[in-house]
Structure formats: structure tokens, C-alpha cells
């Protein structure tokens, strides 16, 4: 396994992200938001997606888990944290930093819209449209990308990568 060609530099990621919380911030024109970001992938999309909205932005996280240390799901989204946050009536930006099959997000929005929130949106840096298994709607989205396992800019393989400034394509050995 190594760390293949560059996808996205530090640059244009920070170019995107820029325009994303642009959009944002329009889109809520000074209303109150709760960013509910899902870790461990998307701690560095939220806090530089966080720069660029100014005030009135909170920040919650909530854990999910199916990848363990490969790069297939292993089992069912495992969510942790969701039931300490009061989200009744909030706007919430739902953030993570990549959409594959779709079963984290769908199982942690399905999390949140029990809480009783006024609106839920979604917001990813990564789309991976070709794994896709569950629909989920995706209002803000930074890069489409092919059916390849990418790390860097807080995104890893078995923890490591996550520091690299850009993302790049993990070579794995048959596919
Ligand atoms: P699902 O399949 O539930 O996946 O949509 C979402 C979570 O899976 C992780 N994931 C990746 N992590 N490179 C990574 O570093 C990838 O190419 C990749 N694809 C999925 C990620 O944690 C995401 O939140």
C-alpha cells in the first residue's frame, strides 16, 4: 500500500472549502447553526469549513465507525456520542468528509432528525457516487470522486495520513 498520485491540493482544497462556507453562510443569512461533524475523518473539513462562516455557528461532534482499519465497511455504522446533544429546534449542518456507500451519514442523520432539529442539511468535502448503496441527499459537496480510496486532509488508512495537507489516492494492491 502506498500513497498514490495528488487529487487535490492543500490550495484548491482550501479554495473549495472557502467557497462551500460562502454558500453557507448565504444560504443562513445570520440564522443561528449547529454544525454536527461526524469523527474522526471530518475534525479538519469543520474546523476550516467553522473559519469561513463566522459567529453564530456551534460545533458538535458525534463518533461513527464501520471502517475499523481497512477500506470496506465491517458491519453496521457503530454511533457513539449522538444521545449527549440537544439539537430540538436547531439548524443543523450535518459535515463529514466523505460519502461512500452512504450508510454512515443516512444513519446519523436518521440520529439527528429523531432529535427534533427545525432542518437538517448535509455538507461533504468527498462524493463517492459509484459505491453508493443508500440515497442521501447531499446539499453542499466539495469534489466528486472516483471509486478510489483517498487520504489526507484529516482523512486515513488505519490511522495514518490523516496530517497530509493534500489528498491523495491510496494505492491498494488489486484495485
Ligand atoms: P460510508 O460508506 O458510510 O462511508 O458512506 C463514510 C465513511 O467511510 C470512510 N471512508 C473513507 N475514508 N478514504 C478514507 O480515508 C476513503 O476513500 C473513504 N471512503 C469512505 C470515511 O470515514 C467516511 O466518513
Wanted: charged fraction near 25%; charge should be negative.
Amino acid at each position: 500500500m502506498a500513497i498514490g498520485r495528488v487529487l487535490f491540493t492543500a490550495g484548491s482544497i482550501a479554495r473549495r472549502v472557502g467557497e462551500l462556507a460562502a454558500e453557507i453562510r448565504r444560504d443562513y443569512a445570520g440564522r443561528p447553526l449547529t454544525i454536527v461533524g461526524v469523527l474522526q475523518g471530518a475534525v479538519t473539513f469543520v474546523a476550516d469549513l467553522r473559519e469561513g462562516l463566522g459567529p453564530q455557528v456551534a460545533v458538535e461532534f458525534v463518533e461513527a465507525s464501520s471502517y475499523g482499519d481497512g477500506t470496506e465497511p465491517q458491519g453496521p455504522v457503530a454511533l457513539g456520542q449522538a444521545g449527549g446533544l440537544d439539537l430540538a429546534g436547531r439548524d443543523v449542518l450535518l459535515v463529514d468528509d466523505i460519502v461512500d456507500t452512504g450508510r454512515t451519514l443516512a444513519a446519523v442523520r436518521s440520529e439527528v432528525e429523531a432529535m427534533g432539529p427545525r432542518s437538517v442539511r448535509t455538507c461533504v468535502l468527498l462524493d463517492k457516487p459509484s459505491r453508493r448503496q443508500i440515497a442521501v441527499p447531499l446539499d453542499y459537496c466539495g469534489f466528486v470522486v472516483g471509486n478510489v480510496f483517498v487520504v489526507g486532509y484529516g482523512l486515513d488508512h488505519a490511522g495514518r495520513y490523516r496530517d497530509l495537507p493534500h489528498i491523495a489516492r491510496l494505492e491498494l494492491a488489486g484495485r
